[in-house]
């Protein structure tokens, strides 16, 4: 089939179907799947946008049953198949998915716990693939997973399992050798500084510290860096990365500023943009300012877009021509009750994602 349409045809095909079909077609042939997991159709493909929605613990789904508090989310549009919108994903091809807890995600892997009996669980929503992890030694405090769909089809998974004055004990596990190993990070700050939010990007986790900073974590060597940020750290600021270097989110509740990182020996940023609640109705004089609240999400890898929630929809802001370039609606009114996009990631679709957890 594939000799008689060419693999131009082909390719004109296969980028407009769902990413859950393409997963599945690498199977069809060789030929299939070399050009499923090419590089010349992941540029063609548009990225995968997923999340996390929090659910108020009021919120009943349409069965009457309580709602998880966390629940995975497309955002649909463009090769998704499904029109547009954020919309819950169905994780019901994952068994304990109503028995655990999503605690964390990356790049379209997820993490799930699960405390009786304990068990963490890593799901791909896209292959509809998950593996069971084996148990860490000793009981986790905080666990984060880190992948990196562009460099390899293996994870890690990094369980705080002790607080240090200004370190911890760890225990990370990585799928490449199935093992857990026991390490002790120096954070280089104290301990109460630091914060619980992370981004995972070129090989480490980045925690940003109350203290004004910003500490690396090296997942290589475990070794620890610290930088001074531009601005002060506040619960709506936000680490992530574009085109290759990493960047920083600071908000001062009206407007939003966009940095980028220069020289992280010297702590040197450069402001790149700022946004602000007028920039986002411009053009739309019917819109009151008053009222409008927006929380930043993420940063396009790869262009001058940044990713903000304002209930109850997603908007893409293109930072150069200041516009806004698509929007996503958060589906139906009583999917929009008490919930709450809080973490996204934007990630292509690349043969080490649909070759994790194989």
Known sequence: MDGELGEDMLTEIL????????????????????????????????????GVLFHDGGTRGGDGLRRQAYTYAWASGVGSGDGGGVAEADMGFFPSHETSTIIDGCNGLMLYYASHPTAFHVVNPTTRRWAKLPAPRRKTLLSVL???PCESPHYKVVCFTGWLLRGASVEVFDSEDGAWREHEVDFGI??????????????????LAYSGQIVRIDLATMAC???????????????????????????????????????AVTSEWALK?????????AGEPSSPVQGVTFLFMAFHPDREVVYLWTPWKLVAFDM?????????????????????????WLFPFTRHLTNSLI
């Open 15 to 50: 980028v407009r179907l769902p990413y859950k079909s393409l997963a599945r077609f690498q199977c069809v042939s060789t030929s299939w799947q070399r050009l499923i997991s090419g590089d010349y159709l992941r540029r063609r493909l548009p990225l995968i946008t997923s």
């Open 146 to 148: 880190a992948f990196d």
């Open 190 to 207: 104290d301990t109460d500084a630091m914060s619980a939010t992370m981004h995972y990007f070129d090989g480490s986790i980045h925690v």
């Open 225 to 263: 860096a610290v930088t001074a940020l531009p601005a002060p750290v506040s619960c709506r600021a936000r680490a992530g990365h574009c085109r290759g270097r990493l960047r920083y989110a600071s908000s001062d509740g009206s407007r939003l500023k966009f940095w980028e990182l220069k020289d």
């Open 273 to 281: 943009h700022k946004l602000g609640v007028k920039d986002l109705v």
């Open 320 to 344: 150069e021509k200041r516009r806004v370039e698509q929007e996503w609606a958060l589906g139906t009114e009583k999917e929009k009750e008490g919930a709450h996009l809080i973490q996204i």
